[in-house]
């Protein structure tokens, strides 16, 4: 895993990660309101597996979800994310004081940004 991945995720607390989920229209409400009562935070949320996220209460889809966006994040997959999740997560990463999130190869973060810019 690179080092801007854990340096950003460890700084998410459970209410930005929900917050980064729900803009991203990863999960539904009920699914966001037990990561918040297990108080899941950034970090736990890139280190699970899809198994820890069951445990906790989720339901098998949405946990193959997160777990899947988590791989996708550290594995720089951004073809593999739903369209935004990585300017949602450069946005947050910035709100936090951390540098921009590199590019993911096949995200569609450098075209959105131009798009946003013409």
Same mark, same amino acid.
């Not at 550290?74 to 300017?87: A, I």
């Given at each position: 895993m690179v080092v801007w991945c854990l340096d950003l995720f460890s700084k998410i607390t459970t209410d930005k990660l929900v917050d980064f989920l729900r803009k991203s229209n990863l999960l539904d409400v009920d699914v966001l309101q037990i990561l918040e009562k297990e108080k899941i935070n950034g970090l736990d949320f890139i280190l699970f597996s899809k198994e820890e996220f069951h445990f906790c209460g989720l339901k098998r889809g949405p946990a193959t979800r997160l777990a899947k966006t988590?791989? =996708?994040?550290?594995?720089?997959?951004?073809?593999?994310?739903?369209?935004?999740? =990585?300017?949602?997560?450069?946005?947050l990463s910035q709100s936090l004081g951390q540098p921009s999130v590199p590019a993911f190869p096949g995200s569609s973060l450098r075209n959105l940004t131009i798009t946003m810019l013409s």
């Open positions: 988590a791989w =996708c994040i550290k594995n720089k997959k951004g073809e593999e994310l739903l369209p935004n999740t =990585c300017v949602i997560l450069d946005r």
